[in-house]
């Protein structure tokens, strides 16, 4: 997720004026995940601020020893409350692993509210991701609302790409049923990898290659070869978005 983050955000991180605000919001028992966001986008920009966010005070207590230039950590929620002069927003809000205890129903406005403490050419970045990151799906929002939905993988750990399915962001995990685009989606990619298995004597990253490029022949993918290789393939959200 940092890694597509990095890419996607450069653009906007250079052409900042004062330095890049980016945000882990929800960080969890431990300052890791935002501790190596900072690293990861200090090679993009390197007066970046990463500010990490939890609800849990003991949590932010636990982080402080961490702090260092570049990188804080506070107390809050969606609100996201930030120690920068008013007017200054994230380009990035990072939620991962955030809203799998809500209801799907909540996620809608939750989404609405994250996005407007975005920068104009912010993003929100919301999804789900295994234990230690080998399986992961995110849905990246605008201020205007969701744009995309990645799915990302560590390769070799794969056995077809429904395995991504459980872990599909709030938004998506309850609609993997017949009759759902997102049902059909990781049918078809399941399909078009079958057909690709004779590339696996090649390598899987040649396999996983050739399906994601069938798969682009009947799906709005939006990515290219650059990315797939990473063992990600982006697909605009309308296509997934739930029937209704």
């Known amino acids: 997720?940092?890694?597509?983050?990095?890419?996607?955000?450069?653009?906007?991180?250079?052409?900042?004026?004062?330095?890049?605000?980016?945000?882990?919001?929800g960080y969890g028992a431990a300052p890791w995940t935002a501790v190596e966001l900072l690293?990861?986008?200090?090679?993009?920009?390197?007066?970046?601020?990463?500010?990490?966010?939890?609800?849990?005070?003991?949590r932010v207590t636990d982080a402080l020893p961490f702090a260092r230039e570049g990188l804080g950590f506070h107390l809050g929620g969606f609100?996201?409350?930030?120690?920068?002069?008013?007017?200054r927003r994230p380009l990035l809000i990072r939620a991962a692993n955030v809203l799998r205890q809500y209801d799907e129903e909540e996620v809608a406005a939750v989404w609405a509210r994250l996005c407007g403490r975005l920068a104009p050419d912010g993003l929100l970045v919301e999804g789900t991701c295994d234990e230690i990151g080998r399986r992961h799906v995110w849905v990246a929002l605008g201020r205007e609302g969701p744009r995309t939905v990645t799915f990302a993988t560590r390769l070799g750990s794969l056995g077809a790409p429904s395995d991504l399915a459980e872990r599909l962001p709030k938004a998506l995990i309850h609609r993997n049923l017949p009759g759902e685009p997102v049902h059909r989606f990781l049918r078809d990619f399941d399909r078009a990898w079958n057909v690709a298995a004779p590339y696996g004597a090649l390598s899987v990253r040649q396999r996983w290659m050739r399906a994601v490029e069938a798969l682009a022949e009947q799906w709005p993918v939006v990515d290219g070869p650059g990315r797939w290789r990473q063992g990600e393939v982006t697909v605009r959200w309308s296509a997934l978005a739930p029937a209704g």
């Open 39 to 58: 690293g990861r986008l200090r090679a993009v920009r390197r007066d970046v601020q990463v500010y990490g966010v939890e609800i849990d005070p003991g």
């Open 79 to 87: 609100e996201v409350p930030l120690p920068v002069p008013e007017g």
């Open 1 to 25: 997720m940092d890694r597509w983050i990095a890419v996607s955000l450069a653009s906007a991180f250079r052409r900042s004026g004062p330095p890049p605000i980016a945000v882990d919001l």
